[in-house]
């Protein structure tokens, strides 16, 4: 319980550097313990959590992340998002449910730039030739704005990246930020500086 509220209280602070607004000292949790940190939605602490998980990196690779992400949140609004910041990359995957192995396509994010994992782009018709990548089952397209997923072609590949899942990506009630992973150790999350 104090892990919970010990982080609570971070990601309130976070939070308020972040700009999301903090919650009234008159909350139920603090009337009812005085000294209490007041409650935060957890809404609030995953947007602060992962806002921290971007800021590793430079600015041109996090707004593209951000921009990158908000088209596909319009695009897919029922997905869940699921966040690991893990040792190789930073991954916000979508799936229609809480399940990592249903979900459709991800974000993935490294120091050398901003990807969009079809997970199982492997077997996707791909005409035009935009799926990069060898493996059985993944295949990713390299973006460098969000615009690229307008493209009419990317938006086929998206679309049929989203029906084609253990469980498709349907419209429905949004869904949620859920920070599933977080390594302690990582690759860099910006490029070394040239000398």
């Known amino acids: 319980m104090?892990?919970?509220?010990?982080?609570?209280?971070?990601?309130?602070?976070?939070?308020?550097?972040?700009?999301?607004?903090?919650?009234?000292?008159?909350?139920?949790?603090?009337?009812?313990f005085p000294g209490a940190v007041p409650e935060i939605p957890v809404t609030d602490i995953?947007?602060?959590t992962l806002a921290e998980f971007i800021a590793k990196?430079?600015?041109?690779?996090?707004?593209?992340?951000?921009d990158?992400?908000?088209?596909?949140?319009?695009?897919?609004?029922?997905?869940?998002?699921?966040?690991?910041?893990?040792?190789?990359?930073?991954?916000?995957?979508?799936?229609?449910?809480?399940?990592?192995?249903?979900a459709a396509l991800s974000i993935a994010a490294s120091a050398k730039g901003v990807s969009v994992c079809l997970i199982h782009g492997a077997a996707l018709a791909d005409p035009a030739g935009l799926l990069h990548g060898a493996g059985k089952q993944t295949r990713f397209l390299r973006v460098s704005s969000a615009a690229d997923?307008?493209?009419?072609?990317?938006?086929?590949?998206?679309?049929?990246?989203?029906?084609?899942?253990?469980?498709?990506?349907?419209?429905?009630?949004?869904g949620t930020l859920v920070i599933r992973s977080v390594s302690a150790k990582q690759r860099p999350r910006r490029r070394a500086a040239r000398e």
């Open 46 to 48: 995953a947007e602060a």
């Open 149 to 174: 997923l307008e493209r009419p072609e990317v938006a086929a590949l998206l679309t049929a990246a989203a029906t084609s899942a253990p469980v498709p990506l349907r419209d429905g009630p949004p």
């Open 68 to 102: 990158v992400r908000d088209a596909l949140r319009r695009r897919f609004p029922a997905a869940h998002e699921l966040v690991y910041d893990n040792y190789n990359f930073f991954v916000i995957g979508y799936s229609a449910t809480l399940r990592p192995s249903d």
């Open 2 to 32: 104090d892990r919970v509220r010990d982080r609570s209280a971070r990601a309130g602070t976070n939070a308020e550097a972040l700009g999301i607004p903090a919650r009234s000292e008159e909350s139920p949790m603090s009337s009812e």
């Open 57 to 66: 990196f430079e600015p041109a690779h996090r707004a593209l992340i951000g």
